[in-house]
């Protein structure tokens, strides 16, 4: 079975922290995503990877970065958090067709 | 580009009564078109995926979900609700142009909710 773990499920930080959330996979999969999910938006891109050391921003980058040096490992960094990054964030990875297999899932509260 | 409408936010059935979930879609290529499920405080899991094969497509669980390219529509069914299915769903599309990286768009889900 394919497996997508995120290191926290949840998370309570101060605005103006800098926050890591790190992803790993167990499948050797060439593309890795970081979506946050809010309720009545779905889940919308942030950044996504398709090689180490390749990232492309998604649909809503602003506010947060992203790092891949390993294949397996894709994190998602907010330089300063902020009450709006308040969220639920998903990190998926895809061999390289469109199935892709999702996390659990980390839920931060910026205060 | 692409995009995808989910017609029913919130969806609400009886134990034992068929499910209907509504997904209209654009795309300027040939989609692909898959409907997730995320059960509460769980992460996401493929239901079925439609991939210009045959156009019923049958997934887990007892749903199926029917691509009707005249419609631009992808809904999913189920002829007898469970009370397990209770969860939110997510309509999904990508598209099949080359280079894609397998970036996926997410419709907006619809909350199912099963009652007794």
């Known amino acids: 079975d394919v497996k997508v773990t995120q290191s926290s499920r949840y998370l309570v930080k101060r605005t103006g922290e800098k926050v890591f959330l790190e992803c790993v996979q167990d499948?050797?999969?060439?593309?890795m995503f970081w979506y946050r999910q809010d309720p009545g938006l779905g889940l919308r891109l942030i950044y996504f990877?398709?090689?180490?050391?390749?990232?492309e921003k998604g649909d809503i980058p602003e506010g947060y970065s992203v790092s891949r040096e390993k294949k397996e490992r894709f994190s998602l960094i907010l330089e300063s958090a902020s009450t709006n990054q308040t969220s639920m964030y998903l990190c998926?990875?895809?061999?390289?067709?469109?199935?892709?297999?999702f996390g659990p899932g980390t839920r931060l509260t910026v205060t | 580009a692409q995009s995808v409408t989910q017609l029913d936010s919130h969806v609400s059935v009886s134990e034992g009564t068929p499910v209907l979930l509504r997904c209209n879609y654009s795309?300027?290529?040939?989609?692909?078109l898959f409907w997730y499920v995320q059960h509460p405080n769980k992460g996401l899991q493929l239901l079925l995926k439609?991939?210009?094969?045959?156009?019923l497509v049958k997934g887990i669980n007892g749903f199926e979900a029917e691509f009707k390219k005249s419609e631009t529509s992808f809904h999913l069914t189920k002829p007898s609700a469970h009370m397990s299915d209770a969860a939110e769903y997510f309509c999904?599309?990508?598209?099949?142009?080359?280079?894609?990286?397998?970036?996926?768009?997410f419709g907006q889900g619809t909350t199912l909710q099963v009652k007794p």
């Open positions: 795309s300027s290529y040939s989609p692909s």
């Open positions: 439609y991939t210009s094969a045959a156009t």
């Open positions: 499948m050797d999969h060439e593309n």
């Open positions: 990877s398709y090689d180490v050391k390749m990232k």
């Open positions: 999904v599309v990508s598209d099949l142009r080359p280079g894609n990286t397998g970036k996926l768009i």
């Open positions: 998926a990875s895809t061999p390289g067709g469109y199935e892709q297999y």
